[in-house]
C-alpha cells in the first residue's frame, strides 16, 4: 500500500528482484471494462477498456464501498429501478467473452440484456419456471439456455461467483466458477445489440430488476478466452497489455522506506 509513501530499493545493495507483473495479451480487444471502483454512492462509472464507452447510470444504480471483490467498490443494484445502458458494438458476429463476478440478493434478475436484430440475455431464475432453469445462471438467445441446480440460492447470495458467456466457432458455453454447464451452437451477429445490465430492455414486455452487486465486468469482443473449464481470476482484470511492477524482497539486505510521495 503506497498510499501514505514509496518503497525504495538499492537493488545493488542486495534487494532482491523486479519483474514486470501480468498483463492482458487480448487487452486491445477489451469492448468494455468495469472495474466498479470509486466513492460510496458514486454514479459516475468508468469503462477502462482501450476505447471507453459512455456508460449512462438509471435509477439507484451506484458504486459500493462495503461490498465488493476487487479494489474499492463494486456496482450495486437495488432490485428495483437500477440499470445501467451502453452503446452497441460490445460484441459482434463472431468469438465473444462476457465475464462478471456477480453477488445476489434477490433471488431472481437479469445481468445483462442484449437487444437488437437478435437478442442474448444473461440472468439468474431462482423460482421454478416452465420456461427457465431453476438455481442456475440462464441465458436466452433463440432458446431458453442453462442447467438446473448448477448455483444454488445460497452461493450465489453468499459471496461472489465468476461468470463467463463464451462463444468460440460459433458455439457458446456458460461457465459457473469455471466450470462449463451449458453449451449450444449460436452463429448470430450481435454488431448492432445495445446493452443493459441490471434489467432488460424497454422493448421488452416485462422486467425483472437484479438484486445485488455485480464487480470487474470485462467483454471481450473477438477473442474467446476460455474453451474448458478454468480457474477464475483471483486479482482484477488488467488495463492494459502489462502489468504493475513487482518487487521480490523474500532476499536481500534491506530497503528504504520513505513517506513523502505516492509513487
Known amino acids: 500500500d503506497y498510499s501514505s509513501g514509496a518503497f525504495a530499493a538499492n537493488k545493488a545493495q542486495g534487494v532482491g528482484t523486479i519483474t514486470a507483473g501480468a498483463g492482458d495479451v487480448d487487452f486491445a480487444d477489451v469492448s468494455l471494462l468495469l472495474h466498479g471502483d470509486g466513492t460510496s454512492g458514486s454514479t459516475t462509472i468508468t469503462d477502462s477498456s482501450s476505447s471507453p464507452k459512455t456508460v449512462t447510470v438509471n435509477g ?4 459500493d ?5 476487487f479494489g474499492t467498490g463494486s456496482i450495486e443494484f437495488d432490485g428495483t429501478n437500477s440499470n445501467l445502458t451502453l452503446p452497441s458494438g460490445l460484441i459482434g458476429s463472431g468469438d465473444f467473452t462476457i465475464e462478471y463476478f456477480v453477488q445476489g440478493v434477490g433471488s431472481s434478475g437479469y445481468h445483462f440484456d442484449f437487444q437488437g436484430t437478435n437478442r442474448l440475455s444473461i440472468w439468474y431464475t431462482y423460482t421454478t419456471s416452465t420456461s427457465a432453469y431453476e438455481n442456475s445462471i440462464n441465458a436466452f438467445d433463440t432458446n431458453y439456455r442453462g442447467q438446473t441446480n ?33 453449451s449450444w451452437s449460436n452463429s448470430l451477429d450481435y454488431s448492432n445489440a445495445t446493452l443493459t445490465i441490471g434489467n432488460t430492455q424497454a422493448s421488452r414486455s416485462f422486467d ?8 470487474d465486468i470485462r467483454i471481450t469482443k473477438g477473442t474467446a478466452r476460455y474453451t474448458s473449464n478454468f480457474t477464475p481470476p483471483t486479482v482484477a482484470f488488467p488495463n492494459g497489455t502489462s502489468g504493475p511492477i513487482n518487487l521480490d524482497i523474500s532476499s536481500g539486505n534491506y530497503f528504504n522506506y520513505t513517506p513523502s510521495a505516492n509513487t
Open 65 to 69: 464501498t462495503v461490498v465488493k471483490k
Open 208 to 215: 425483472s430488476w437484479m438484486d445485488g452487486f455485480i464487480d
Open 150 to 182: 448448477s448455483l444454488p440460492l445460497a452461493t450465489y447470495t453468499g459471496g461472489f461467483n465468476h461468470i463467463a458467456i463464451v462463444r468460440s466457432s460459433n458455439n457458446v458455453k456458460i461457465y459457473i466458477n469455471g466450470t462449463s454447464i451449458a
Open 60 to 63: 439507484n444504480a451506484q458504486i
